[in-house]
């Protein structure tokens, strides 16, 4: 592994934080849903048996996946992963390291749970801003909302060959990202300002994700009835 | 769910249909194309027992995949869902509309064969036209076709788990769309104004892959066949 | 099928290399790698009983994902199989010929084991190459080497329905790109012209890809292991 090349990034990583022409809260918020949402597939991915290869790709999937869907379907160039060009670095890193933990602790996936939240609130509400800034309806930037919060968990499912929880009658997930959205617009109409209105929307779908998770909130399956079989 | 922006959005999309650079012949087929595979989506969520926000994204996906892959591919943007902004919000409509019934009579899926049929004409035939239009070659244009009138369907049968029913031995689809396509062109060349040979390369889609699903035509099943095992 | 056009096409094939912008290396290069990836991206339709189209399809998405992931995510338009219109044509015309050959010999499947790594080694040096000419530093770089020589067959294979083999313990393949990028880099950094380090970096992939499968050299699986159940 050529570890040389990774540790002369060190000083460009931290230039590239600093001098990053985003407000620091987004690049903040960004920062930590690539981390939160990587972890989350290198776990899926342990859950599969895969090696190392697999752990990264997997994490690399779940964690940029979503934001690069929004940033190509938007036509931003460079996509954030490649203008930030220390975000793939960072998933690689913890891949290494998880790659040298010989088992996984059942609290590691209770905190993951919460990590997991934290990458859907954090990229929903970065995802939403960035389609509205771009000057699309607010339907749409609420799309991409949920496209950027939940799209890179979907592709990780898909390339596990799980049908994608999402869509099945899974706690609310995709809804809060949908709801919270709708609330920072409703924020921005109302003339608060989104030092406020951004934490708190994040804030909502956080806390609805976990309560639905913990209360079992979920839609009901929509069947298919064929009366003629 | 925040109903009260869908409604304020009605005179936007009634705008957005008059103002259309577009002619209104392709907007009427791109329009009409949305709705039979949206709902031809979301009738495949409900075959998998989804929930309300699965059947939403996979009529979202198949009616919009196709179109996306084609406007990422030549690079045209906004993307034609994004421009069009009530086409999501039609989708999402109809979405909110089926998980409202309860069962699935069975001549809506016979009428939903119709649907398709008409999707993959009309989808095919505007894909076509619109890569011709950029310049592409007229090989490349009919493989748009195929592409913008069957990938929403391969790509909602991948989420859902399933190997694509378009690559195995199934009756003619994506052969319908490609060489309808070629129809276009040929009468293209021999100076077929379009009001005309735009209906009839949609029609013959239409018609012969109806027939295909009536007397079963298909292309045989190519073995993998290994002597030394 | 219209074959009328496709004999059409042969003199803009030939003028489409010849006025290549692209220097000769890296066109003989692409031009081997799009045809042995596409064989392989057949045979594996095959082994799924797919028929003409599927065959057709698999055999384009294995030829040309990587390679479109690649542009697309580093904006480069026209997309390279829509720029050298060719190459579609020449798959179309292979998965002809694949699908009049009844049965695969043993021998075929030992050939196309070496086509693969030489498409592997192609692809990634390739793509690597285009990544820094783009502007990217040396970790994307070598990440879009190996997104170019894999990505077309973990989308083959998701589209088959099946776990991609790379993220599992299979020998090593994205590794090869990975470190033969590398090597590019390094040669680059000391000067060595490309007419050499080429030809060597894509040599390192082709000779490691192989020695890996001969010798079964592979990461170890990662377990997920959870005392508490």
């Given at each position: 592994m050529p570890w040389y090349?990774?540790?002369?990034?060190?000083?460009?990583?931290?230039?590239?934080?600093?001098?990053?022409?985003?407000?620091?809260m987004y690049q903040l918020a960004e920062w930590i849903a690539v981390m939160a949402s990587g972890i989350y597939g290198?776990?899926?991915?342990?859950?599969?048996?895969?090696?190392?290869?697999?752990?990264?790709?997997?994490?690399?999937?779940?964690?940029?996946?979503?934001g690069t869907l929004r940033d190509?379907?938007?036509?931003?160039?460079?996509?954030f992963w490649i203008q930030h060009e220390h975000y793939p670095v960072v998933v690689f890193a913890i891949?290494?390291?998880f790659s040298l933990v010989p088992r996984i602790p059942r609290w590691a996936e209770r905190a993951l749970t919460v990590s997991d939240a934290l990458g859907l609130g954090?990229?929903?509400v970065v995802g939403a801003t960035i389609a509205l800034e771009v000057g699309t309806s607010h339907f749409i930037a609420a799309m991409f909302g949920v496209i950027t919060g939940t799209f890179g968990g979907v592709?990780?499912?898909?390339?596990c060959n799980r049908v994608p929880s999402l869509f099945t009658s899974a706690p609310f997930f995709a809804t809060c990202a949908f709801v919270g959205s709708w609330l920072l617009f409703l924020m921005d109409a109302w003339?608060?300002?989104?030092?406020?209105?951004?934490?708190?929307?994040?804030?909502?779908?956080?806390?609805?994700?976990?309560a639905s998770l913990h209360f079992d909130w979920r839609m009901r399956t929509l069947e298919f009835e064929d009366p003629g079989e």
């Open positions: 090349p990774l540790v002369r990034l060190i000083p460009r990583v931290v230039a590239s934080i600093a001098a990053s022409e985003f407000p620091l290198m776990l899926l991915a342990r859950q599969h048996q895969m090696d190392f290869i697999g752990v990264f790709s997997v994490g690399f999937i779940v964690a940029f996946g979503g190509l379907f938007l036509n931003r160039h460079p996509l891949a290494v390291a954090l990229y929903s592709i990780g499912d898909v390339v003339g608060v300002d989104r030092a406020l209105s951004f934490p708190l929307a994040v804030g909502f779908i956080v806390l609805s994700r976990l």
